[in-house]
């Protein structure tokens, strides 16, 4: 079956079409036909001869565009001219500038903001530099850092082509938190290496944002730069997918009357973000949980646990499976009350979920495609949810790490503990409020307009109970 269109593959077509009553609709029902989708229909210009549109319709890939504006071309009398596929002019010359917070009109501004001026103030930082907060964008910036090595759905696709995405991220900063951010993408995938030059550029920053740094080396980047840094740092794919599944379960199990302490949880992924979000569920009073990866159920007998070759799988063997189950996910999964995947696509069968218990919930967050289609989930399930925006529930990072950072730089915190993780989770829960809830809106949307300050409030006032108090969130 198909994809269907897509804002991704959104294209507009600049047409000179004849000015006959019909032609628009023949033009429309042709781009239908070949399975196209018109948004949008813009007449830029008109003759009594002729007239000039701007025809916007969504697509399925580039291969599929080129059919439809071929399939264009046979209308009688029309003439093509510029197709523009608009995701690509969305980052022409890229997303972000920098621009100057004062005027430099004159001499006067010029020895101010530079030399001679500028000299007091450095030697007011070197003084004493806790007034770098005070008197420099350090105050406002954080520094997204990656290494290209797990971007998105793409994978190690390099930290070139990783760019776009760390801008996104960037503009995401500023447009939900008004706080300053700069891509750092870095050429090397030595952890030693890494390390090292994130804590060379650090002095610029009240923050670091670690993306799309592939497992396990992520788990250690992290918590060599939490131990030596101090500002703080935050594993999006990490603690920000944790923060907003746990946001997300505990609104679920409010529409279905069950609490955490008491379901049966079963996780599919124990890479970076699985991990994380085993243990905030943990902290947060889940009891029975199971996880499974690619070979089946974690359990203390298990070779690469009795092995030692696998430390994290260790680790979860010890604290997870209180039944010590083994065999397959759909073993695992059978009478659970909870599935939550962050793993791979089409490995949950419907099967699987018509054998959870009543009232189950599923999380089938991979992506671009989830473990289970959602609407064949929801025949079983009684709420669903996914990492996907064009379905309900969408569990999104959007709505953390933005207000996560801003509570974090307003309190001037200095790391990141388990206990802010989970304050963010509780608050951003709250959002959604007893009228809102139901089983097709269990969080809230990202453009919300509560959802950051929320999250930054209640951050920064477990930033205020805890700091001094080193909860590490991978311990």
């Not at 991220?169 to 500023?174: C, I, Q, R, V």
């Not at 610029?204 to 799309?212: K, Q, R, V």
């Not at 925006?389 to 999104?396: E, G, L, M, T, V």
């Not at 608050?427 to 809830?437: C, F, I, K, N, P």
């Amino acid at each position: 079956m198909p994809a269907a269109p897509s804002i991704a593959n959104s294209v507009t077509v600049r047409l000179v079409l004849p000015a006959r009553p019909t032609a628009v609709s023949e033009m429309t029902s042709l781009i239908e036909k070949a399975g196209g989708v018109v948004t949008g229909l813009d007449v830029t210009g008109s003759g009594h001869a002729r007239m000039r549109v701007d025809l916007t319709m969504l697509t399925r890939d580039v291969d599929h565009a080129d059919e439809i504006v071929a399939v264009m071309r046979t209308v009688e009398g029309v003439e093509i001219g510029k197709v523009s596929d608009r995701t690509f002019l969305m980052h022409l010359g890229g997303k972000l500038t920098v621009e100057s917070k004062v005027p430099i009109r004159t001499r006067d501004d010029l020895s101010l903001i530079y030399t001679p001026g500028v000299a007091r103030v450095c030697m007011a930082i070197a003084d004493n530099p806790a007034d770098a907060r005070r008197l420099t964008i350090k105050r406002n910036t954080v520094a997204v850092v990656t290494d290209g090595t797990a971007v998105l759905g793409l994978g190690d696709i390099g930290p070139l082509a990783a760019l776009p995405v760390m801008e996104g991220k960037a503009a995401l900063f500023k447009r939900f938190a008004d706080i300053d951010a700069f891509p750092i993408c870095l050429d090397t995938t030595d952890v030693d290496e890494i390390i090292r030059t994130v804590k060379a550029i650090a002095p610029g920053f009240a923050g670091i944002n670690l993306e799309d740094i592939s497992a396990p080396r992520c788990f250690e980047v992290e918590a060599r730069l939490r131990e030596e840094l101090d500002i703080p740092v935050f594993h999006d794919d990490q603690h920000g997918t944790a923060i907003v599944a746990l946001a997300a379960l505990r609104n679920a199990l409010r529409v279905v009357g069950k609490r955490l302490e008491d379901v049966r949880l079963v996780m599919s992924g124990a890479g970076a973000a699985g991990t994380a979000i085993l243990k905030l569920m943990l902290h947060a009073g889940a009891r029975h949980v199971v996880v499974a990866d690619v070979d089946g159920v974690v359990h203390r007998d298990r070779a690469d646990v009795l092995s030692g070759d696998h430390p994290n799988h260790a680790w979860i063997a010890e604290h997870t499976n209180p039944d010590d189950i083994s065999g397959s996910l759909a073993d695992a999964v059978r009478g659970a009350d909870v599935f939550l995947g962050v793993s791979a696509p089409n490995i949950l069968s419907e099967e699987a979920v018509a054998s959870m218990a009543p009232g189950s919930v599923v999380f089938a967050m991979a992506n671009p495609v989830p473990e289970i289609d959602p609407e064949i989930a929801a025949r079983h399930a009684a709420v669903v949810a996914t990492g996907r925006s064009d379905f309900a529930n969408q569990i999104n990072n959007v709505l953390v790490f933005p207000g996560v950072f801003r509570g974090l730089i307003d309190a001037a915190s200095s790391h990141v503990t388990m206990e802010v993780l989970l304050a963010a989770a509780d608050a951003l829960a709250g959002v959604v409020t007893e009228e809102e809830l139901n089983a097709t809106y269990i969080i809230p949307s990202v453009f919300h307009p509560d959802v950051t300050s929320t999250v930054a409030d209640a951050v920064r006032r477990a930033v205020e109970g805890v700091e001094g108090v080193h909860d590490d969130p991978d311990a």
